[in-house]
């Protein structure tokens, strides 16, 4: 007798998967999914604490470059300070004291009382500052008297003032001044011209100028 079976495959007896397959199909399915599950967890764990990372190291690169910014500026502000002050030590060098040498020539002039070795007085003084050349003092000078000794003296004085050494001073070609109001009434009258020597040394011919400092 022909039997026929009208139930689907996967019903007919003879086609079903036996549970235990069924069971272990799931246990790995599961297994699986649960591996991927704790992949995909471990994964955008660490890559959420990679970011963090990310973010901190990104704040302390952008902190060191504003620190060595700000080192850049201290070591340009130093190389330009450092500059000034070498100019200004030069400019100091370079200059001579006009206050110093007016109270040496006024010692010069009093001779500490000294009246009858010279008695001299100023007319005009007139400096003509220049550190290359050498500064120059023109003194439109008289000698009370009309004794050339006294003339003789206080040009010796002014020779051997502090002031005078390394300067070069001018002859004396007096003129006879006479003047009734004045005990006496004679004067010797002369134009007395201090060279001083030069303070800055003059750029020898050929020399390479010097480099300007950086800023």
Known sequence: MIRINLLPADLRRGTRLP????????????????SIGW?????????????????????????????????????????????????????GKSRLVWSKFLDELIDVVNNEGDSDKHLAWFDSVVVKGDPVRGATVQLKCAVQGDEQDRLANFHDDIAASPFGKGVTISDPNWTLDEDEGRVPPTSLRFDLNLQFPPTVAKPQAGAPAKAPAKK
């Not at 549970?19 to 649960?34: E, G, I, R, T, W």
């Not at 302390?60 to 910014?69: G, Y």
């Not at 130093?78 to 100019?87: C, E, F, G, H, P």
């Open 39 to 91: 992949f995909g967890l471990k994964w955008f764990g660490e890559l959420k604490d990679a970011e963090q990372r990310l973010v901190v190291k990104s704040g302390e690169l952008v902190e060191r470059q504003r620190k060595v910014l700000y080192v850049d500026q201290l070591e340009a502000n130093k190389a330009d300070y450092t500059s000034r002050v070498q100019t200004i030590q030069d400019i």
């Open 19 to 34: 549970a235990k397959v069924l069971a272990v199909a799931f246990a790995s399915a599961l297994a699986v999914s649960a």
